[in-house]
């Protein structure tokens, strides 16, 4: 179980950023004390060649300025505080006779290498001398930096100085960072935690949100921090989707109780002209008028049917189009021709104004489908005695179509919603119709890459407009 939970915890994004982020951490703070041990080494090095460069010049002005006798009692009566400084310095002759060696603490006796390493006695030139014993007073780290010079009667003057408090102060950074590399990790991996998990926090709502949203719970969303960047973005976007969803759904569940609501009632005056005619007697004429009913009520059912799938590929760009060149002024009056009739018949006045020659790209099945939706609704909402006008024209790359009438107009509250699939008004429930005229108008308009608009005429009435581009290349 144990193993089952590592391995869990393993394959998470959280521990794996936290890993990297931890080592990265360990990784900078090794490289800044690297990078610190070096810096002192070097600021203690140039130190010690510092001091014994300023042994070596104090010395030479003495020796130039009083003599070699002179610097050797100096160096006899400082012997004492050389040795417990850390001073090495050596006069000798050039035929190699030694005139006063001083040895640091721990050096004494004098070790056989150093006698036998020849020492430099050239400004500019240093050598690094080990201890070959480890003693008390000194560690296998220890060891002297020398440097010489060689004095205007051919003296050899060496001084060297010991890496004793070099090493002491290098062992103490040393310690210090071995005290302090715990709670660096540790704060590391704090660090690091904190940071992976605030970073994967939209994440995490993310998928709380999805689990909400599978569970049935739609109005889940995942919170916004505050900071603008791709995460936020992202639940953005997914709020977004899920209004749409929603949206969607709720659009569903309402287009299905309109479906249910308008199929009930032929459905139900089918059944009722089956039932009168089965409980009739046998008269070929009652059952004709039976059938003709009930075809005429399952035409009215494949219409909806028709246009339901009409609408659903317009929507999804996958309607299949005819374009061609469209003359509209035939395309309009082949629509008069068609409601002059019934606008006639009630009492309506039915005008038309078009350019000559206006042509459009488009399917003329579709777009003659669009306008009479359009002219029919208008006839049907026009009161006695009241007047459509039906003008076309060209307005730069683009066909506008306007339908007015001279009716009641529409609602405020409705006019964003008469484009929906199966949303009659109020008003429209009178008349009868499967509520997807207008939607169907909408799909045509954006299947061309147009719009329709609406709005009340301020003189009363509604304005339909539908808008074509001028030329439309046929989908493959």
């Known amino acids: ?50 001091i014994v460069s300023e042994k070596i010049k104090s010395y030479t002005t003495i020796a130039e300025g009083s003599g ?45 290498q150093l006698s036998r390493q020849p ?27 020398i440097a010489g010079r060689l004095l205007r009667d051919g003296t050899i003057l060496q001084v060297g100085y010991s890496t004793h408090v070099r090493r002491v102060y290098l062992e103490s950074y040393q310690g210090i960072f071995l005290f302090i590399i715990g709670p660096i990790i540790l704060f590391g991996i704090m660090v690091g935690t904190f940071v992976a998990r605030r970073a994967l926090k939209p994440v995490h709502d993310l998928t709380l949100a999805t689990k909400s949203v599978r569970s049935g719970r739609m109005d889940a969303r995942v919170p916004l921090g505050e900071t603008d960047d791709e995460l936020r973005e992202l639940a953005q976007q997914f709020n977004a989707m899920l209004d749409w969803i929603a949206t969607l759904m709720n659009g569903m569940r309402e287009a299905l109780d309109n479906v249910a609501h308008d199929l009930r009632t032929p459905l139900t005056r089918m059944r009722a002209s089956i039932e009168a005619a089965m409980q009739a007697e046998a008269d070929t004429d009652r059952l004709r008028e039976a059938l003709l009913d009930c075809a005429e009520e399952s035409q009215q059912i494949m219409n909806m ?13 996958v309607m299949q189009l005819n374009v061609k060149p469209v003359n509209v002024g035939d395309l309009i009056a082949s629509i008069y021709d068609l409601y002059l009739y019934s606008a006639e018949e009630k009492g309506l006045t039915l005008e038309t104004t078009v350019p000559p020659d206006l042509r459009v790209d488009a399917d003329a ?78 799909a045509i308009a954006e299947a061309h890459g147009g719009t329709i608009e609406v709005w009340n005429a301020p003189e009363g009435g509604a304005v339909f407009t539908f808008s074509l581009p001028r030329e439309l290349r046929a989908k493959e």
């Open 305 to 317: 049917l028709t246009t339901l799938m009409d609408i659903s590929e317009a929507e999804t760009g």
């Open 119 to 145: 020492l430099p006695f050239v400004e500019g030139e240093w050598v690094t001398l080990k201890h070959p014993q480890v003693t008390r007073a000194l560690s296998p780290r220890d060891s002297l930096v």
């Open 365 to 442: 099945g579709r777009l003659r489908q669009a306008l009479s939706n359009l002219v029919d609704n208008a006839v049907k909402y026009t009161p006695e005695g009241g007047r459509i006008m039906v003008e076309a024209w060209d307005d730069a790359d683009t066909v506008r179509i306007t339908v007015r009438d001279s009716g009641p107009g529409i609602p405020e509250t409705e006019i964003p919603r008469i484009f929906d699939r199966l949303y009659r008004g109020d008003k429209s429930r009178s008349q009868r119709g499967l509520g997807l005229g207008l939607c169907l108008v909408k």
């Open 1 to 50: 179980m144990f193993s089952s939970l590592l391995k869990n915890r393993r394959s998470s994004t959280v521990f794996r950023l936290t890993v990297v982020y931890t080592l990265l951490f360990v990784a900078t703070s090794l490289i800044l004390f690297g990078l610190g041990y070096i810096q002192l080494l070097l600021t203690i090095t140039n130190k010690d060649h510092q």
């Open 68 to 112: 070699i006798a002179s610097l050797v009692e100096e160096l006899k009566r400082t012997q004492a505080q050389n040795e417990r400084t850390g001073f090495f310095v050596r006069v000798a002759e050039p035929q190699g006779k030694v005139l006063s060696l001083t040895l640091p603490q721990g050096w004494n006796p004098m070790p056989p």
